[in-house]
Antibody
Framework: EVQLVESGGGLAKPGGSLRLSCAAS????????MNWVRQAPGKGLEWVST????????YYAASVKGRFTLSRDNAKNSVYLQMNSLRAEDTGVYYC??????WGQGTTVIVSS | DIQMTQSPSSLSASVGDTVVITCRAS??????LAWFQQKPGKPPKSLIF???SMQRGVPSRFSGSGSGTDFTLTISSLQPEDFATYYC?????????FGQGTELEIK
């Protein structure tokens, strides 16, 4: 079964850091680009970042560029989102997405003092 | 950046109806357009990619069409489980923006 499992969410203070992980299983991970999408409480979906199959090409939303870093480890079938300088507006559910089809269940990030 | 605009923002319909949701891109995205369905408290579900290609397991009452800047998602013979929020997303050029969503409610 194709599956994505996110972890690493939680409560962080403004200016703090969190590292989200997404563990993939059931498919050849290295063949797929991967994404993070977030959703603030009561709001729509917001694309955050995408990483190519090799990890060479990475794209960020303007709202997170310079603060978030996306990486992947194809040997571990995982993708990671390092989130620094967190702000209240980063609060929400963060979803890992295999490009265009499979979604994880999400992990919740709350940024609050 | 390419902006995605969905219409309507909300829609009321009855079981058995056919509904059409529109997504407009601010510039040409060719057929690099996907549709997603989300129910409250759940992750989104992928419905359509490349404007009109169905994801595996999606009922045939869902269909997508369009190219360039104008796209539609049509749901024929609405079922109770179809009442949800629908999003489009372009994936031609970063940032891969979503539309603001269309909430489909039961009349």
């Amino acid at each position: 079964e194709v599956q994505l499992v996110e972890s690493g969410g939680g409560l962080a203070k403004p200016g703090g850091s969190l590292r989200l992980s997404c563990a993939a299983s059931g498919f050849t991970f290295s063949l797929f680009s991967m994404n993070w999408v977030r959703q603030a409480p009561g709001k729509g979906l917001e694309w955050v970042s995408t990483i190519s199959t090799s990890g060479k090409d990475i794209y960020y939303a303007a709202s997170v560029k310079g603060r978030f870093t996306l990486s992947r480890d194809n040997a571990k079938n995982s993708v990671y989102l390092q989130m620094n300088s967190l702000r209240a507006e980063d609060t929400g559910v963060y979803y890992c997405l295999r490009t265009m089809d499979v979604w994880g269940q999400g992990t919740t990030v709350i940024v609050s003092s | 950046d390419i902006q995605m605009t969905q219409s309507p923002s909300s829609l009321s319909a009855s079981v058995g109806d056919t509904v059409v949701i529109t997504c407009r891109a601010s510039e040409d995205v060719r057929i690099y357009l996907a549709w997603f369905q989300q129910k409250p408290g759940k992750p989104p579900k992928s419905l359509i990619f490349a404007s009109s290609s169905m994801q595996r397991g999606v009922p045939s009452r869902f269909s997508g069409s369009g190219s360039g800047t104008d796209f539609t998602l049509t749901i024929s013979s609405l079922q109770p489980e179809d009442f949800a929020t629908y999003y489009c997303q372009q994936y031609l050029h970063s940032p891969y923006n979503f539309g603001q969503g269309t909430e489909l409610e039961i009349k």
